[in-house]
T-cell receptor, first 115, second 113 residues
Framework: NAGVTQTPKFQVLKTGQSMTLQCAQD?????MSWYRQDPGMGLRLIHY???????DQGEVPNGYNVSRSTTEDFPLRLLSAAPSQTSVYFC??????????????FGPGTRLTVT | DQQVKQNSPSLSVQEGRISILNCDYT??????FLWYKKYPAEGPTFLIS?????DKNEDGRFTVFLNKSAKHLSLHIVPSQPGDSAVYFC????????????FGAGTRLAVHP
């Protein structure tokens, strides 16, 4: 049981390039989410998904796309990288039942630098 | 507008003593609160949570207290150990939504011998 895995661990992009951050979980969790963490700030929600085929925006969605074709995978796409997207990105998952709140399990993170 | 605030960026405590980390929130719709611990180069790990129907939850050395009228919660670690040195994040959510967590900026705890 690997939990939540993320690849790559590190990535350097040039401004304007696109890339996909991968996230997978093997806990059969319906709920998955992407956060970014910047210095001096807490984690901020980018996008989330409550199940395969269902996604929605979080606090800071601009510049990012997501899709959820399977329960296990939730990739995050940067369409045209900007220096403001330099950050550490965390994927998380949890069970979800409407009307409930549950702890989320986080992956190890991807450190992205955009030059 | 920060809905969850951790006003102390850092805290230094001697081994064996109590560590108290504080968190304030502004949104009265929050009804579930969590503490996460984060080591460098790792993802946050869940520590303890509390529902708004309670005012205290305990798990071993960790206790979380919730004061709804003051919109304040605190995490107590007793006794503190050097392995507790990490960044601690407070987070809040509204169970009427979809488990979206709002995080504070974190407090770096250093426990020294």
């Amino acid at each position: 049981n690997a939990g939540v895995t993320q690849t790559p661990k590190f990535q350097v992009l040039k401004t304007g390039q696109s890339m996909t951050l991968q996230c997978a979980q093997d806990m059969n969790h319906e709920y998955m989410s992407w956060y970014r963490q910047d210095p001096g700030m807490g984690l901020r929600l980018i996008h989330y998904s409550v199940g395969a085929g269902i996604t929605d925006q979080g606090e800071v969605p601009n510049g990012y796309n997501v899709s959820r074709s399977t329960t296990e995978d939730f990739p995050l796409r940067l369409l045209s990288a900007a220096p403001s997207q330099t950050s550490v990105y965390f994927c998380a998952s949890s069970i979800t039942i409407a009307g409930g709140s549950y702890e989320q399990y986080f992956g190890p993170g991807t450190r992205l630098t955009v030059t | 507008d920060q809905q969850v605030k951790q006003n102390s960026p850092s805290l230094s405590v001697q081994e064996g003593r109590i560590s108290i980390l504080n968190c304030d929130y502004t949104n009265s719709m929050f009804d579930y609160f969590l503490w996460y611990k984060k080591y460098p180069a790792e993802g946050p790990t869940f520590l303890i949570s509390i529902s708004s129907i309670k005012d205290k939850n305990e798990d071993g050395r960790f206790t979380v207290f919730l004061n709804k009228s003051a919109k304040h919660l605190s995490l107590h670690i007793v006794p503190s150990q050097p392995g507790d040195s990490a960044v601690y994040f407070c987070a809040a959510s509204n169970s009427g939504g979809y488990n979206k967590l709002i995080f504070g900026a974190g407090t770096r705890l250093a426990v020294h011998p």
